[in-house]
Nanobody, 127 residues
Framework: QEQLVESGGGLVQAGGSLRLSCAAS????????MGWFRQAPGKEREFVAA????????YYAPALRGRFTISRDSAKNTVYLQMNSLKPEDTAVYYC????????????????????WGQGTQVTVSS
């Protein structure tokens, strides 16, 4: 059974950092672009960042570029999201997901074309 499990969320003060992890099991996603999305209370889920299968291409939501960094360790079947200079508006549940189509570029990742999803990890940034 394919499964993605996020971890690393928590409560942090504004200006702090967190590193989220997404561990895949049940199959290897080494040929798939992986992405992070987030959903704040009362808002639609939004794209955060993506990384292609070879880690040669990354893509970020424009407002987050420079503060967030996505990476992956294919040997560990794990994707990471390093979040720096966190702001209260970064408060959300963060989800990772796998592209359903293999060998695409990072910017080609679309919310309607990903699966499976992880269960999410809560990130809360206090002011």
């Amino acid at each position: 059974q394919e499964q993605l499990v996020e971890s690393g969320g928590g409560l942090v003060q504004a200006g702090g950092s967190l590193r989220l992890s997404c561990a895949a099991s049940g199959r290897t996603f080494s040929s798939r672009t992986m992405g992070w999305f987030r959903q704040a209370p009362g808002k639609e889920r939004e794209f955060v960042a993506a990384i292609n299968w070879r880690s040669t291409d990354t893509y970020y939501a424009p407002a987050l570029r420079g503060r967030f960094t996505i990476s992956r360790d294919s040997a560990k079947n794990t994707v990471y999201l390093q979040m720096n200079s966190l702001k209260p508006e970064d408060t959300a549940v963060y989800y990772c997901a796998a592209d359903q189509i293999a060998f695409r570029l990072a910017h080609q990742l679309k919310e309607g074309e990903v699966g499976p999803w992880g269960q999410g990890t809560q990130v809360t940034v206090s002011s």
